[in-house]
């Protein structure tokens, strides 16, 4: 089956510490996505690429890193300088160009730090 | 810059009710608009697209047009059903912005028998 996956779809941190959120496209998309959800409000864009070993910061880039070294991975990093991290964080990709640029999204993880 | 403004909710419908989503957007150039869907506990899915003025998008008797006129793109369905009941988000995209999106807050919709 073709998508997007994340994992895992509950995650616990302590305060202070760091931690990576996986999500893996095999659907042969040049571009991927980041993206924060907090209750009642919209989705917030992170990071996102366009293409491998490229990326770039979106609205709200501080307290995060991100790595684009294969074209079906885009880990996504909450640090401990991140003030809030407690959301729900989405992933999505898409083809990449004007006449395929709908974004496909992933089932999504839940970051709770205790 | 580049906006969508949708209806607050939450909306609370009757089956078979008719329902309307307000959304309009403010962009700089030509973007291409959509409505996804969001059930609970879940990521966003793509429900129907419009990328020129007039497009009309539609998917699972849900429908919308995109009015450059009004700056619009309201999503209406005849006869809503409690499967429907989920939450709706607007948004755009525009070509040379790295396909940025931009949603909207998300509209509630319950749905009761």
């Known amino acids: 089956d073709g998508g997007i996956t994340q994992s895992p779809k509950y995650l616990f941190r302590k305060e202070g510490q760091n931690v990576t959120l996986s999500c893996e496209q095999n659907l042969n998309h040049d571009a991927m996505y980041w993206y924060r959800q907090d209750p009642g409000q919209g989705l917030r864009l992170i990071y996102y690429s366009q293409i491998v070993n490229d990326f770039q910061k979106g609205d709200i880039a501080e307290g995060y890193s991100v790595s684009r070294e294969k074209k079906e991975s885009f880990p996504l990093t909450v640090t401990s300088a991140q003030k809030n991290p407690t959301a729900f964080y989405l992933c999505a990709s898409s083809p990449g160009g004007r006449d395929t640029d709908t974004q496909y999204f992933g089932p999504g993880t839940r970051l709770t730090v205790l | 810059g580049n906006s969508v403004t949708q209806m607050e909710g939450p909306v609370t419908l009757s089956e078979e009710a008719f329902l309307t989503i307000n959304c309009t957007y403010t962009a700089t150039g030509y973007p291409s608009l959509f409505w996804y869907v969001q059930y609970p506990g879940e990521g966003l899915q793509l429900l129907l697209k419009?990328?020129?003025?007039?497009d009309k998008g539609s998917n699972k008797g849900f429908e919308a047009t995109y009015r450059k006129e009004t700056t619009s793109f309201h999503l209406e369905k005849g006869s809503v059903q409690v499967s429907d009941s989920a939450v709706y988000f607007c948004?755009?995209?525009?070509f040379g912005t790295g396909n940025q999106f931009y949603f909207g807050t998300g509209t509630s919709l319950t749905v009761i028998p």
């Open positions: 419009a990328t020129k003025a007039d």
């Open positions: 948004a755009l995209s525009e």
